[in-house]
Structure formats: structure tokens, C-alpha cells
């Protein structure tokens, strides 16, 4: 089945190779998934191109950017108005309205029955993909028994479906080694980080301020476990001596400046990591504490390079989103830059500023015209999809976001969801978030009806959560009048607000106000970003 027609783009080529070639009007030739050729003047494309479909996308094409540090599942749920600074990534998640509105709403509700995970699914892709998003980590669904990356619109990391791409290996929790397991706990982590056939090992590093953070970093180095594949995300709380052995062995860092700065009031010192030479990229972690997507990460990476002396230009802010991420990944090679031979990966953005790299910083989710994953126009403007969706595919999307006509395809083969939409997603998102006792009480009777009838009521879709690191029954809150309490007996919020996929929305900004962790300044910055959307 042909899944994309072979197409010409018209446009401002932003290349990210090597030579940092710029285009102002020039042409991308797409075949088969793949970059045939990067033109700047039109006659020099060949004749044998002539029967391609060719569109002047009045655009500025960049390469897709990769988000390297996302947890996707959760990116449904609203800013959190975080009530502390934290000094390290082990207190938050304890706090009762953490809690009450993020742990339980998700691990109890969203990702454990199977309508709400489908919707959850098809919403966290279609936001990601209108942020510009090409490759982001992976959501591990269990289908009918079996546990699985979701393959869908978007490429992941962890499972790139691209026998060029090495998988990438990904470990949340810290590497404990305060018990008697401490030996199989370092052999564990050697064997997943040296894995046969693995790109990068993305690892949760240091995130916080304090000693306990970086002593992270330290058992790391004191057992060896530094090598060119481990990416350090967020690695907040490391010395210039640390980012300096993390460069000296080729390792990277994925860096989270949002969500840094919500949680624990500071982010990485970036000339520290200038003066390393250290490859990095950039990931918006998640919602709940963090950007919506790149394209509002960038700019409080924008904001916080300038707030710092500028020690990075906005073409290496630009590379940290694309051919540095893919460097980070292990895919420099076939991603990242729009070179001849690469995938199709690409995201095109109305002109805004004679600036190539600002223009992308400067950006906002209604100027993202056409995301491509893989030469498959997955979301733009009604127009350009129309215009360029193979005649042979199920139909188009349509939507109306920030007051744009909008086009999705987000069907892929073996995809479980396909029958699921975007809109509808959301629908039915807003519903069962809107009552999440009234969705349980629904769905304990439907699994009533099955076993009555004989048939098996596990659900045949759900989702394995890897941001949870206790249960309820571990977590105590302690309580001066009460004493000690398990989670488990507070309650959970029964409604909660659907994240809108747009950087908009006056509930927003109020969020955005009450976060006692951001410099006032930030928050200036940001809404004058989108002070007319």
C-alpha cells in the first residue's frame, strides 16, 4: 500500500547539517520515507523529478525535533501549582495533592480501563504531533495480555520500528544501593546499559539540588557505569567535575529547564555545561510540571540562556531539538538534519522572523503548517495535508484549532486505536475526567456483565505507567493532629480539568501565575510569547 505521495516542498530550508546551509527559497524532495535531495535554486533539480506532486508550503522546513524526555501518559493532566521547592525527586511525588490529582487519577482511572487508555493514547500523540514533535519516548500499553510500546503517528526511542535506528534502553527509578541487593543492582544496570544492539540508556540523573541527588552521579562513577551510551536526564544536580566526566566518556544529558525550575527553583548552569562540551538536548519531561511541547520548551530554554549570558547561540538551541537529539539517541546519521538519504522527519512553520532559528523559538502551536514522520504528512494545515495524503489512505482528520483549519492522519497498520480520533478522544477525555467516580462505577459494571456472561473482564487495552515509584500503600503522610496516614485513604480528586493541547486559555496563565518556584520574569516571558493566541 503506497502511504505517501512522492512530493516536492517549496520553502526556506533550514538543513542543520554541517555546513549550517540555510535555503531562503529552496526545494526538499521526499520519496518513500526518505530525503531524496536538498536543492537551493530550482534548476538544479533533475528531470526526473518532474512528476513529483510540488507545493510551495510558504514555510520555513526545519527537521523534526525529538523530545528525548517525556512521559506521554501523563500529559493529559493540567499544570500542577507545585506548593514547595524540592530539593530532590524523591519528596514531590509524596505530597497528598500530587497525590489526589495526578497519581491516582491516572494509575486508578486513566491508564487502567480500556476506553479511557485508547482516548488517553490518540489525545498525548495528536498534542505532541501540533507541538511539532516527530520522536518522543514511548507509552508501553498492555494489549490483550501483552506489553508493548505503542507504535503509532509519532517514532519512539525505546522501539523506532526502523531496523537503521538502534531501540533505546530507558531506567526511571534511582540505582539503590543502601541494601543487601546493591551487587545485583550495579550488574543489572551494566547489563541493560551495555545491551547488544542498544542505542542510548536514558536514566533519570541526579534530578535534584542536594547531595543525595548528585551521590547519584557518584555511584555511577565509582562503579564504572559512565560509558558514551548513558543520557543523564536532567542531571540537575551534578558539579562542573561531574558534567566534565560525563563529557570525558561520551555520555549526554537531556536537559528539562521547565520543569526544573517548577519543581526545584533552579536549572542547570549552562555555561558549566558550555565549558564541557557536553552534547545535550532538550525534553519537556510532562505536563504536570513541565512544557507542553518543544515549542514552548524552547522558549524558556531561550529565556534561560539569555538569563545566563547567553553562552549558547539560537542555533545550538535549535540543534538540541534535532541533530543533537538525534546524535543523543544514536541516530545522527539517518535523523536530524534534512540531508540527502535521511528519513523524512520534518516540521514546517509559517515565517515569522528573517532569523531561521528564532523564527522556530518564536514559534506557536497555530504556525506548525505540516509535521511529516517518515514522508507521512501526520498533522498540518487542511490545505497542504490535502493536498499531499496519498489518495489510497482512510480519509483525513479535520479540525478547527486557535481558529486554523487543521488536518490530521494519525491511522498506522496494527495500530489498536485506529478507529479512535482525535476529537473524539478528547470528548470523551473531558466526560470521563469531568466525573471520575461515575467512569469507575460504569466501568465496574460492565466488568460485572462480562463475568456474568462468562467472559474474561480484564480490559484489552490498558497502560503500564513508568513514572510511579510507590504505591499507595507505601506512602505515608504525616499529619501533626492525626499522625502517620496511608495514601491510600486520601481521597482522590474527583474532577479534573482535560490539559488543553494549546498554550492558551486563561486557566492557564493563572496556573502559570500561582507557581511560587519561576522567576516573575519567566512568567512575563512566556505570556508575551503568547499574549495574542
Not at 514555510?59 to 524540592?86: A, C, Q, R, S
Request: negative net charge; aromatic residues 8%; contains cysteine.
Amino acid at each position: 500500500m503506497k502511504i505517501t505521495e512522492s512530493c516536492i516542498l517549496q520553502g526556506r530550508i533550514v538543513t542543520m547539517n554541517a555546513k549550517k546551509e540555510v535555503f531562503n527559497n529552496g526545494f526538499l524532495v521526499i520519496n518513500n520515507g526518505h530525503i531524496e535531495g536538498v536543492f537551493p535554486l530550482e534548476a538544479e533539480i533533475p528531470s526526473k523529478y518532474e512528476q513529483y506532486l510540488r507545493i510551495d508550503i510558504q514555510g520555513t522546513i526545519y527537521p523534526g525535533m525529538l523530545d528525548l524526555h517525556n512521559h506521554f501518559v501523563y500529559n493529559v493532566l493540567p499544570l500542577w501549582v507545585v506548593p514547595e521547592k524540592y530539593s530532590n525527586r524523591s519528596q514531590w511525588p509524596k505530597h497528598p495533592e500530587y497525590r489526589a490529582s495526578v497519581t491516582k487519577p491516572i494509575r486508578h482511572v486513566l491508564a487502567k480501563y480500556s476506553s479511557s487508555s485508547k482516548a488517553l493514547v490518540r489525545f498525548v500523540e495528536a498534542k505532541a504531533l501540533i507541538g511539532g514533535t516527530t520522536t518522543g519516548q514511548g507509552m508501553r500499553t498492555r494489549v490483550n495480555g501483552g506489553s508493548k510500546i505503542f507504535v503509532g503517528a509519532m517514532r519512539n526511542v525505546e522501539e523506532p520500528m526502523d531496523s537503521k535506528l538502534p531501540p533505546a534502553g530507558t531506567r526511571i527509578p534511582n540505582l539503590k544501593l543502601e541494601d543487601g541487593s546493591a551487587e545485583e543492582q550495579i550488574e543489572l544496570f551494566r547489563k541493560a546499559l551495555t545491551k547488544k544492539g542498544q542505542g542510548a540508556y536514558f536514566y533519570h540523573l541526579s534530578e535534584g539540588t542536594d547531595q543525595p541527588s548528585r551521590q547519584h552521579f557518584l555511584n555511577l562513577e565509582t562503579h564504572n557505569l559512565i560509558t558514551d551510551k548513558l543520557v543523564g536526564i536532567h542531571s540537575l544536580g551534578l558539579q562542573p567535575d561531574d558534567i566534565a566526566k560525563l563529557a570525558e566518556k561520551g555520555a549526554k544529558i537531556v536537559w528539562s529547564p521547565f520543569s526544573n525550575q517548577l519543581l526545584y527553583g533552579k536549572t542547570l548552569d549552562l555555561n558549566m555545561l558550555k565549558a564541557s562540551g557536553i552534547r545535550f538536548s532538550i525534553g519537556c519531561d510532562w505536563t504536570p510540571t513541565g512544557s507542553k511541547n518543544l515549542l514552548q520548551e524552547l522558549k524558556v530554554a531561550a529565556f534561560c540562556n539569555k538569563n545566563q549570558g547567553n553562552p549558547f547561540s539560537d542555533y545550538e538551541l535549535i540543534k538540541a531539538v534535532t541533530i543533537d537529539a538525534a546524535k543523543v539517541a544514536g541516530w545522527g546519521a539517518h535523523l536530524g538534519s534534512l540531508e540527502k538519504g535521511k528519513l523524512a522527519d520534518i516540521v514546517v512553520v509559517q515565517n515569522g522572523n528573517e532569523d531561521p532559528y528564532k523564527n522556530l523559538i518564536q514559534s506557536v502551536e497555530k504556525d506548525v503548517v505540516l509535521v511529516m514522520v517518515g514522508g507521512v504528512g501526520r498533522y498540518g494545515s487542511r490545505s497542504i495535508m490535502e493536498f499531499l495524503h496519498a489518495k489510497n489512505l482512510p480519509a483525513l482528520e479535520h479540525m478547527q484549532l486557535a481558529g486554523e483549519e487543521k488536518c490530521f492522519y494519525l491511522q498506522t497498520p496494527t495500530s489498536e486505536i485506529n478507529h479512535i480520533g482525535f476529537a473524539e478522544a478528547w470528548t470523551s477525555l473531558k466526560e470521563i475526567m469531568s466525573d471520575l467516580a461515575a467512569f469507575i462505577k460504569k466501568m465496574k459494571q460492565e466488568q460485572t456483565e462480562l463475568m456474568v456472561f462468562g467472559k474474561d473482564p480484564t480490559p484489552d487495552f490498558c497502560i503500564e505507567l513508568d513514572n510511579e515509584f510507590y504505591s499507595d500503600e507505601d506512602v505515608l503522610r504525616l499529619d501533626d493532629e492525626v499522625g502517620p496516614q496511608l495514601m491510600a485513604d486520601l481521597p482522590m480528586l474527583n474532577r479534573i480539568d482535560l490539559d488543553e493541547p494549546l498554550v492558551a486559555g486563561d486557566n492557564y496563565w493563572q496556573r502559570i501565575d500561582a507557581q511560587e518556584n519561576i522567576d516573575g520574569r519567566l512568567k512575563k516571558w512566556l505570556y508575551s510569547c503568547y499574549e495574542n493566541e
